[in-house]
């Protein structure tokens, strides 16, 4: 089994930019979800889908804020009108139904995203 | 709501000492799970153990063990003759059993730093 993998590792955008960041969970995993870290913190969470269904958003989520996950295989999270605040890391994870899974968040490499 | 607090924010030690990295959790929750993910320097987050809040058996696996307290509301993280391959960032998590609400809720995280 490949691991949570995310794209781009890196971004470096300008304020006001939209961005998109996307990230392929383990292969049958149906539960993915979407953290953000900054420096010195823990991940935070962000939203959360079962299989395509979006089932819980954080008041983090602004309304600058979208993930989709289309086909409940891989999904996206875009950033419109990028602030300087959302400089953070944008961690991925999925969790489902394979053996010694279900519960245990297993977690990609993450997106740094730099706002300038 | 939920709270998890790691009130060790640096540790150091010199190889081969034992090193215990603390962790006190909030919840109204009667039921839960407990976690302890390690973030080494490349930044992905990587899973250790997930413990039932009804199993208050304490567990070892190697070097690592784990110290589960329910009337103390702790989950302690003991490293035996600690390496500098354990250099990272360590994090505790707590998650919720009941519901759809399956986030996990960090602590600010330990940073153990392991020298010569």
């Known amino acids: 089994d490949t691991g949570v993998s995310q794209n781009p590792r890196h971004k470096i955008t300008k304020r006001g930019q939209n961005v998109t960041f996307r990230c392929d969970p383990i292969?049958?995993?149906?539960?993915l979800y979407w953290y953000r870290q900054t420096l010195g913190q823990g991940p935070e969470f962000l939203t959360y889908?079962?299989?395509?269904?979006?089932?819980?958003k954080s008041r983090l989520l602004s309304d600058r804020f979208s993930a989709e996950r289309p086909k409940g295989s891989f999904s996206t999270l875009e950033i419109q009108r990028t602030e300087q605040g959302d400089s953070a890391m944008y961690l991925c994870?999925?969790?489902?139904?394979?053996?010694?899974?279900?519960?245990?968040?297993?977690f990609g490499p993450g997106t740094r995203l730099t706002v300038t | 709501a939920q709270k998890v607090t790691q009130a060790q924010t640096e540790i150091s030690v010199v190889e081969k000492e034992d090193v215990t990295l603390d962790c006190v959790y909030e919840?109204?929750?009667?039921?839960?799970?407990l976690f302890w993910y390690k973030q080494p320097p490349s930044g992905e987050l990587v899973f250790l153990i997930r413990?039932?809040?009804?199993?208050?058996q304490n567990e070892i696996s190697g070097r690592y063990s784990w110290n589960f307290q329910k009337s103390t509301s702790s989950f302690n993280f003991t490293i035996t003759a600690s390496q500098v391959v354990d250099s990272a960032v360590y994090f505790c998590?707590?998650?919720?059993?009941?519901?759809?609400?399956?986030?996990?809720?960090f602590g600010t995280g330990t940073r153990l730093q392991v020298t010569l």
């Open positions: 994870a999925s969790s489902g139904n394979k053996q010694g899974a279900v519960y245990e968040q297993y």
């Open positions: 413990r039932n809040s009804f199993d208050e």
């Open positions: 998590a707590l998650r919720r059993i009941t519901g759809t609400a399956s986030k996990l809720t």
């Open positions: 889908f079962q299989n395509e269904a979006q089932l819980e």
């Open positions: 919840t109204r929750d009667t039921t839960y799970y």
């Open positions: 292969s049958e995993h149906n539960r």
